[in-house]
């Protein structure tokens, strides 16, 4: 659980685009699964004054990236 702690560290590294939108990957556990939350803030919101759903993406996107990272089967290929 080491490295996981080290990953939750540098995923939730103020700086970083994640916690700068208030996203934050809260839990990794064993099974590659993880956790995380958006707090909610006036600049989530879209116009009509629900959480915009670009925000909603790039929390799945930041926590299914980190739970994918877990696994330490990461391929990427450029076609």
């Not at 939108?21 to 909610?40: C, F, I, K, Q, W």
């Amino acid at each position: 659980m080491d490295s996981y702690s080290k990953l939750l560290e540098l995923v939730n590294t103020s700086g970083c685009f994640a916690p700068a939108n208030h996203m934050y990957v809260t839990e990794l556990r064993p099974d590659h699964s993880a956790v995380g939350v958006l707090e909610v803030q006036p600049s989530s919101l879209n116009p009509i004054g629900i959480v915009h759903g670009g925000a909603l993406v790039t929390l799945a996107d930041t926590v299914c990236g980190t739970a994918a990272f877990t696994t330490g089967h990461m391929c990427v290929t450029l076609d």
